[in-house]
């Protein structure tokens, strides 16, 4: 079994996402640094690329991922790696993390 650079935090987060022929909604069910899977009724293909808005709350803007790829789908999931997020983004989003693992007790 591969093991992960970064700890993936369970959560239920609305998303959207879309790419050169396709868009959609879902709800991402686990996130970390380096990634995220998503449940939705878009089906998506691994080796798709896609931009991303996820929802952390209501208050605050969607973190935005300018460039993700689909590493694997199945049934009505599919796992994204984010492969550019400006450097804004990305401490938004290690802050929101962050705040998810001290939640978990570690």
Same mark, same amino acid.
């Given at each position: 079994?591969?093991s992960?650079?970064h700890?993936?935090a369970?959560?239920?987060?609305?998303?959207s996402?879309k790419?050169?022929s396709?868009s959609?909604?879902?709800?991402?069910?686990n996130?970390?640094?380096?990634g995220?899977?998503?449940?939705?009724?878009?089906?998506i293909?691994? &080796?798709s690329y896609?931009?991303?808005r996820i929802?952390t709350? @209501? *208050?605050? /803007?969607?973190?935005e $991922?300018?460039l993700?790829?689909a590493r694997w789908s199945e049934g009505?999931e599919? &796992?994204?790696?984010?492969?550019?997020?400006?450097a804004?983004? @990305? *401490?938004? /989003?290690r802050?929101f $993390?962050k705040?998810?693992e001290?939640?978990n007790?570690s």
């Amino acid at each position: 079994m591969e093991s992960r650079k970064h700890l993936r935090a369970a959560v239920q987060l609305p998303i959207s996402f879309k790419g050169d022929s396709i868009s959609g909604e879902g709800v991402v069910f686990n996130l970390s640094l380096e990634g995220c899977a998503v449940g939705s009724d878009t089906s998506i293909k691994p &080796g798709s690329y896609l931009q991303l808005r996820i929802q952390t709350s @209501q *208050e605050e /803007l969607p973190i935005e $991922v300018e460039l993700s790829a689909a590493r694997w789908s199945e049934g009505r999931e599919f &796992g994204l790696e984010f492969i550019r997020i400006r450097a804004e983004e @990305q *401490e938004r /989003l290690r802050q929101f $993390v962050k705040t998810l693992e001290a939640g978990n007790g570690s």
